[in-house]
């Protein structure tokens, strides 16, 4: 039948493509990764209408057992009802769920042809790193992955470099994941305890890299891990609105947050959520925010229409947010850099 041979094609095409996407390491491998799409016959796409018939069969029979049941309970038929409504759930829920299953499978593959895209647009690398062995080392250097009492993850890790006019300096882009977990007791009225628990999931995405110009320092727009130093405040209303200061030497703070330096976090701290950032002892920054789309962006077309995506492809696509953090750490040096 036609629609087994379309979906047993399109089932090649999606095990090939994801082979060949690991492998592809420049922008011209990920041109060549879209050959199998574009001499597709057809649309990329699976053959859904036996599954879309079976589960219409299953709504069908569920409506007439809700009609039908109490007849059929008064004349002693309760197993069958029983049993056309286990056959009309099975009916309905085993072909919505194939559909949904196919569906994320062809979304999940365009997606990482778009993120594959966007990486080797904007110069990065993934760095491949057990998540949670990460996120301790990161622990042991600054405060900000200290974050949650019940795990802590590196949940994507790349690199890359950055050429300014005045400074160049290679980076890290993370995103770190941690949970809260809370423990709810409560009584009723006869005195019965019930214990409940929770898990609260936080993102947090920024850079990490050596900057070097200043040291144990933090610049908190989200409050405090367990920072430690005491307080420095900056003439500056407008960024004391947005960051508060915590150092061990008020001298190293007042030198590094000269007026220019405030007035470029003033503005950072107005372009991203919840800005932290810390220089630890080794004079390392680590810059994070909550702004999801550091690394990110919509996808506005996929392999449904693979001309279109291709011709997407061979556009470049900056990270905007990704390139205004690094602009922004750039004028940090630039402003702390003494010959400037």
């Known amino acids: 039948m036609s629609f087994l041979k379309q979906n047993k094609d399109v089932?090649?095409?999606?095990?090939?493509?994801?082979?060949?996407l690991s492998e592809a390491r420049d922008k011209h491998a990920l041109y060549a990764l879209l050959t199998p799409a574009l001499s597709f016959k057809g649309p990329v796409k699976y053959n859904n209408t036996p599954l879309?018939?079976?589960?219409?069969?299953?709504?069908?029979?569920?409506?007439?057992?809700?009609?039908n049941q109490r007849n059929l309970r008064f004349n002693g038929h309760q197993e069958l009802v029983t049993t056309l409504w286990?056959?009309?759930?099975?009916?309905?829920?085993?072909?919505?769920?194939w559909i949904a299953w196919r569906s994320r499978r062809l979304k999940g593959l365009s997606d990482a042809i778009w993120q594959k895209n966007l990486l080797l647009d904007n110069q990065l690398a993934p760095v491949p790193c057990d998540g949670a062995k990460e996120a301790k080392a990161l622990g042991q250097?600054?405060?900000?992955?200290?974050?949650g009492n019940h795990r802590r993850s590196i949940d994507a890790l790349y690199k890359g470099h950055y050429q300014g006019e005045q400074h160049s300096f290679d980076y890290r882009v993370f995103h770190f994941?941690?949970?809260?977990?809370?423990?709810?007791?409560?009584?009723?009225?006869?005195?019965?305890?019930?214990t409940r628990t929770s898990y609260s999931h936080y993102h947090r995405y920024g850079l990490l890299l050596d900057f070097g110009y200043a040291r144990n320092i933090a610049i908190l727009g989200n409050g405090s891990s367990g920072h430690k130093g005491s307080r420095w405040e900056p003439a500056s209303l407008d960024f004391r609105k947005c960051f508060k200061v915590l150092t061990d030497d008020e001298m190293a703070a007042a030198r590094f947050l000269k007026?220019?330096?405030?007035?470029?976090?003033?503005t950072l701290g107005a372009q991203f959520r919840r800005a932290n950032l810390e220089l630890n002892a080794d004079g390392a920054l680590c810059l994070s925010v909550s702004d999801n789309d550091l690394v990110s962006l919509p996808r506005p077309l996929g392999l449904e229409a693979p001309q279109a995506f291709l011709a997407l492809l061979k556009e470049d696509t900056p990270l905007p947010k990704l390139r205004q953090l690094l602009k922004e750490v750039h004028l940090l040096l630039v402003h702390s850099d003494n010959n400037f």
Request: net charge positive.
């Open 86 to 97: 286990v056959l009309a759930t099975l009916a309905t829920l085993i072909p919505l769920g």
């Open 141 to 147: 250097r600054f405060y900000d992955f200290r974050r």
């Open 259 to 266: 007026p220019a330096v405030v007035e470029a976090l003033t």
């Open 52 to 67: 879309w018939v079976v589960a219409l069969v299953g709504i069908t029979i569920a409506a007439i057992n809700a009609a």
């Open 11 to 20: 089932d090649a095409l999606v095990a090939v493509m994801k082979s060949r």
């Open 177 to 194: 994941h941690y949970v809260d977990k809370h423990t709810h007791t409560s009584t009723d009225s006869k005195g019965r305890t019930t």
